[in-house]
Structure formats: structure tokens, C-alpha cells
């Protein structure tokens, strides 16, 4: 049997097979960031389906860090009964689960929270909006919020959780200089930028206790002007490692900034499959801590090749599973099909209209061969 189906865990959290669903937005939850029974369905359906460990949305751990419409929110203690269904739906199908936890920071919609986005330097080059330069009280606020929704996480029955220091998002942003033009503690040396999310994991690991998973997203390049290196990524995880994280899950790019953003289209070969797998390979060579990696994975054959090789622990997917959520299920039983979905990105253009993510392009495929609408959410 392929290594992708052996049983493996992270720090006590026992997982049956080496694929992760990769966090991503739904937009699926309220205007006020509340669970609903669609999300919690598509979550349950994941777990159905095979996956062994859902990473839930990116949620916002402060109104202030709200990016998207219907985004799943982890900000009060309001939250946590609908988030508690949700977890024990995937627990009855036999799934794991843990929380990505979020601030949009500079990529926060102002016509969403209301206030003005917090931007880590001063800076026009990414954001043309009105925005405020984070301060040292920021910080101490800012660090709460993340251990608050990490305690929340927990109470509502989360598996673990995942500090989201990808894509650009606030934590991302104080780790890319590109970003990053602060002059003081929080701003120019690595450890300096690195500051912040060490201030949040022994915030949240007081509250959660040593036996509780906490993961981080970080970039392996910004690949934007001035953006974090690999050279830099490697430094970070090495202190991310040492400090305690228990596993890293390794993207790359920012979000709007062209074909090196995170959900590339067009993967129509397994050449371009697994576009991070060169800078995961460096990862394994310099640190212990479990490696998952994402980024363009379709094809059963690469990824086993991936674990097979040693060049990363896990196996994470988004888009494939908006369209099948029981992939693995079907790999499982020997149909090594690589992955229906096209990577046209039409998927999320829904989500933008209030109807939550979903695979169009299948309802369109359906559509031309019964001459009916069919919607192919959570099928």
C-alpha cells in the first residue's frame, strides 16, 4: 500500500492517511462569520470523502482582520456553538479538523469591518486605500485576538489549529520586507519579523496546553519585488522549528499579484504540478518538524512520489477536493485517476455572489449532458 494511506500523527493527533484539505474561503458562513449548515456540510463531506485532516477556512480572529464576504469568523465566544456542530460533524464521519486562524491586515475590506485596514509599515505599493500603521498596542491586541481564537478553537472542538502567515495576509506581511519597513523591534532583522508569530505561539500555547497541534502557513518566496526568499523562509521555518510549531505547511506567493499568487490555473500536466516541491525539498534538508506540502497537487503519482522521496510529510489540496470531495476515497479503491478539477478558478466567483464556492465548471459539464440545471454543491 502507497505511504499515502499509512497512519501517521502530530503531536497525539492520529491521522489515518497523508492528505490534508488545504484551508481555503468558502463563503459559506454569515455576515457575521457563523458556521451554517452548508459549511458544515462541506466540511462533513470532506471527511466522507476520505481526507484525513481538514484545515477549516482562513478565519478571522478580529473584525478588524475580516478580507472576505461570508467568511468564517472566530472572533467571539458567539461562534463557538454553530463551530462545535461542525467539528462533531466531522468527528461522526470520522475525519480530523483544525483552524486556520487569520488577519487580512492590509488586504482587510474596509466596507466589511468598517474601520481602516492595519498595514505593518507605511507603504502605498500594495494598497490604495486608507489604512493604519500598526503600533506596539496593535501588536499586544493583536496577539490576544490569535490566543483568544485559539482558546475558542479548542472549546469548540478543533483537533489543533494553523497560525496563517501565507499569501500576504498580516502575518505574512511582517515576515516580507516588502511589506515590512518597520525600524524597531518588529521590523528588519529575520528574528525581528519573525517577532510577532513567536509572541502568538507561546500566547496560544499557555492557553492551549503542550499536547494541543498548532501549525503554521508560511511562504517559501513572496516572489514579488523586494518579497521574502527562500533564503529568508528557511531562516523562519528554522526558528518556527526550534520554538515548537508541530508541523509547517509551505505555499507561496501574494495574493493579486499575477501567476506566482497562490491558486495558480492551467495545470494541465504534471509538469506543473506541485510548484513549491523544489523549496519543500530544501525544507526536509534543514529541519525535522512535519513538512505538508501544497500547491498545484492533481495527480495521485506525483504525490505519492512526494512522500515516497521524502520531500514533504503530507500531501495538501483545495480545489480539487470544491469539486470532488471524495477524491481520496476514489484513490483509495484503486481508481488512480488524477483529479477532475481544470484549475480554472471559476469556482470561487460564486462564493463572491453569496452562494459559497462551488466546482462551475462540473454544474456546466452536467448541464450540457442532462439539458437541466444541476447543482454539484457538496455531491
Known sequence: MSKLFEESSINGMVLKNRFVRAATWEGLATTEGEATPELIEMMSSLARGGVGLI????SYVSQEGQGTPWQLGIYKDDLIRKLKEMTSAVHENGGKIIMQLAHAG??????????????????DKF???HVKKITDEDVQRIVISYSQAAKRAKEAGFDGIEIHSAHGYLLSQFLSPAFNRRQDEYGGSIENRSRIHLMIYRAIRRLVGEDYPIFVKINCGDFIEDGMTIDDSLCIAKLFSEAGFDAIEVSGGVIGTGKLSP?????????????????AFRFKKEISTPLILVGGLRSFEVADKIITEGIADYISMSRPFIREPDLINRWEKGDL?????KSDNLCFNPGFEGKGIYCVTRE????????QHVSSRFS
Open 127 to 129: 494598497s490604495k486605500r
Open 364 to 371: 456546466i459539464e452536467e448541464n450540457k449532458t442532462s439539458g
Open 106 to 123: 492590509e488586504f482587510a475590506d474596509e466596507q466589511l469591518t468598517g474601520r481602516p485596514a492595519l498595514a505593518v509599515s507605511d507603504s
Open 263 to 279: 491558486s495558480r490555473p492551467g495545470i494541465s500536466s504534471v509538469e506543473k504540478e506541485a510548484y513549491f516541491k523544489d523549496y
Open 55 to 58: 484545515i477549516s477556512s482562513h
Open 337 to 341: 485517476r488524477k483529479a477532475d478539477c
